[in-house]
């Protein structure tokens, strides 16, 4: 066949151009593309919800991809494994509860079943503001490509609607500050040292609704919650973007 380059060109334009325009009104806008983030837009998308899953960084995966110290594999507890199972991540059982596996392969898998499902992947794109309107809650989320955050250019942005949000955001948490940042009633307490037993069995009482609209979860709920961290298991991660997957179904059936 022959070969056009503006056909090329002209098809990648009007593709995303036609999917931008649909995604400006969503259920569930997913903020952080690592493991708690795409675990939460794999199981909303599964169950049929409009969701999109935005990342600042070229790749999708935050910190799953290095593994422990850069060692690219994961260790997973007992409590998770069939989160392991549900996205087919093979796994060995290194001592009793305690399965290891590819974090390559954990990022990999679970993104292709969260692309499969039909969660958006917005990638190289940054939540810079949230909206929050007369009823005081977090109705949509204010975006711009990284590149003009990375070099600094003052280009307004654009704003999509969410009938929920997730702050998948990790360590950072930067949704919740954000808000509590304009104002919003919201305490956010920090992380805690390393303590791994006790972040992974509290994480999923921090994955909830800190502010009208906005749900934590991952990392991020353990930095608003005052919680430890755990270092590269990443059980609570998977479970916690569970929760929060089920929170946000459980909510939109009403
Ligand atoms: C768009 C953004 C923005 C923004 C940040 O850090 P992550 O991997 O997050 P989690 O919570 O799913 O997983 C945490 C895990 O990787 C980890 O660090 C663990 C278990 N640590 C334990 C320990 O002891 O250290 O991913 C968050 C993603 C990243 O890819 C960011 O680039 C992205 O969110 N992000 N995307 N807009 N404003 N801020
Ligand atoms: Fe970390």
Redesign the pocket.
Known sequence: MKLDEVTISRAILSEQHKIMTEYLDIDCAV???????ITCAAILAQNGVKVAL????LSI????WGGGMMFPRIVVQEEARRLLDHFGIKYTEYEKGYYVASSVEAVSKSLAAACDAGAEVFNL????DVVVKEDGGVSGLVINWTAVEMAGLHIDPLTMRTKVTVD?????S??AHMVRKKGGALEIKGEGF?WAERAETNILSHTKEVFPGLIV????ANAVGGET????I?GG?LLS?EKAANMIIERLKK
Do not use: L, Q, W
């Open positions: 903020v952080g593309g690592g493991p708690s983030g935005i990342e600042k960084k995966g935050g910190g799953m794109t940054t939540v810079e998948a955001t990790g360590h950072d930067m949704i390393m979860a991952g990392m991020a961290r755990m270092g590269p990443f991660m973007g």
